[in-house]
């Protein structure tokens, strides 16, 4: 099985908490023990939009403030490596050949940002696409995908499946700026509706969430169904 997660900087590095970092290694680590091939996609958090709204402050135009957001994935990404284990790729790919060859060889790869006008939402649905996963698993910091911002509108709802389609226009609304907030961007929900890939969306903040999701199904996010689907995926029904 072929999975690669989005882990929100959001969820990954809120703060530079050295244990967190390796709660998120370890379940990565645990699940390429039990033979899971393994892409992991790290954003920029908080820290990218302190940077971007200083930069932004100082006069830098929105592609200027994208690539101080893209540099500081790529450290939470340094972050993350530090942490895993002799299976990781050492170095940050910086496209999806590269990523896609230290998956085909074994390793966990590692990625940040690749280029301006998107986020890492977008790489992991690019890459997810591009290694033929089975599962595309975004650890964000919303249980899901809601028809409001739940941390704003006390009476969001959760959606507990959305198509492909829906999704895209749940979050065709949504900001583009630099730093911007969303559980998906609107590129990654474009990639997912073109691929057929499933995916999921869940609160990664506690990583064993992400390890159940991906080896059992379970979780109380948001499941992105291709269109034109509804059964569920044959390789949770094997295990
Ligand atoms: N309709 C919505 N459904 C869910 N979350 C939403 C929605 N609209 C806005 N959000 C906000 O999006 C946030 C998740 O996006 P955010 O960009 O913070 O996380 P991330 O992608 O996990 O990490 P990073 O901080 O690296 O970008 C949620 O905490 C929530 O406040
Ligand atoms: O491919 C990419 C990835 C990221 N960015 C910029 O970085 C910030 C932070 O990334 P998140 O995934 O939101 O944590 C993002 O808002 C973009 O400004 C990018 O330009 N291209």
């Known amino acids: 099985m072929r999975v690669v997660v989005s882990i929100g900087g959001s969820v990954l590095a809120p703060d530079l908490d050295a244990r967190r970092v390796e709660g998120h290694a370890a379940v990565i680590e645990r699940l390429a023990r039990e033979g899971v091939e393994l892409g992991a996609v790290v954003g920029g958090g908080g820290v990218a939009r302190d940077y971007i709204n200083a930069a ?48 085909r060889r074994g390793d966990i790869s590692v990625m940040g940002g690749v280029m301006p006008g998107q986020t890492t939402d977008a790489v992991a649905a690019a890459l997810a696409e591009y290694v033929d996963a089975d599962l595309l ?36 609304p949504m900001s583009r700026d630099a730093g911007a907030s969303a559980p998906v961007d609107l590129l990654a929900a474009k990639l997912i509706e073109r691929s057929g890939m499933r995916t999921i969306v869940l609160d990664g903040t506690d990583p064993e969430r992400i390890e159940r999701a991906v080896m059992r199904g379970e979780h109380s996010g948001t499941d992105i169904i291709p269109d034109g689907t509804d059964d569920e995926p044959s390789y949770w029904a094997q295990r």
């Open 137 to 172: 698993v975004y650890a964000t910091s919303a249980d899901g995908v809601f028809d409001a911002d739940p941390n704003v509108d006390d009476s969001a709802q959760r959606y507990e499946e959305l198509s492909a389609s829906d999704l895209v226009d749940v979050i065709a």
């Open 56 to 103: 932004r402050d100082l006069g830098a135009n929105e592609v200027q403030l994208d690539q101080i957001g893209i540099d500081v994935t790529r450290i939470n990404a340094r972050l993350l490596i530090a942490a895993l284990g002799p299976k990781v790729d050492p170095k940050v790919a910086h496209d999806y050949e590269e990523a896609g060859d230290s998956i």
